[in-house]
Structure formats: structure tokens, C-alpha cells
């Protein structure tokens, strides 16, 4: 598979109409450059506008789902509580010393 056949993601479209955009400020294009850059451009921002959107609804439906009503019951005790100060423990792989 070709690169051109590939869709971008949102990262390297963003990073490529950063770069137009670059370009465009400099003032050093032709005319007939400028609009080619500025037509890639609008179809690059278009294509981050719709990837936006599409994380922002897998968010929305996320929150809907699993996220929305939730009250945290404060009697369910911590898996392994972190020893008090004072006890002398290192909580071990955080490198810290509670001493």
C-alpha cells in the first residue's frame, strides 16, 4: 500500500497544515503555489475538524455509558493502603521513603 493511499492521522495532518501555514506566512510562494497550499490546507483542517469531532462523540458516548450517575461508596477500603508516616516503609518501585 502506497503512502498516498493511506489516511493520515491527526497528528501528522495537523503537523503538515502547521507546515502550509508556515509557508503561507512567509510570503514566498507564487500565486499559483498559494492556492495549491491553501486548497491542501482546507481539505487538511477539514479532515482535523471531522477527527475532532469524532473523538469528541466516542467521548460523549464513553461518559454516557459508564461515567454518567456514578457516587463513589467511601466504605470500600483501598487494596493495599499505603503505610503511615512514621512506620518506616518504601513503597516499593514508587522510590519513595515514607520516613
Known amino acids: 500500500m502506497s503512502k498516498a493511499s493511506k489516511s ?31 486548497k491542501r490546507g482546507a481539505e487538511l483542517l477539514q479532515f482535523c475538524q471531522q477527527a475532532l469531532q469524532d473523538a469528541q462523540q466516542q467521548v460523549r458516548i464513553l461518559e454516557a455509558g459508564s461515567l ?26 514508587a522510590g519513595v521513603d515514607l520516613d
Open 8 to 38: 493520515p492521522t491527526f497528528e501528522s495532518a495537523l503537523a503538515e497544515l502547521e507546515n502550509i501555514v508556515a509557508t503561507m506566512e512567509a510570503g514566498q510562494l507564487p500565486l499559483e503555489q498559494l492556492l495549491s497550499a491553501y
Open 68 to 93: 454518567q450517575n456514578f457516587v463513589a461508596d467511601t466504605d470500600i477500603p483501598l487494596p493495599n493502603p499505603l503505610p503511615q508516616a512514621g512506620e518506616g516503609a518504601n513503597v516499593k518501585g
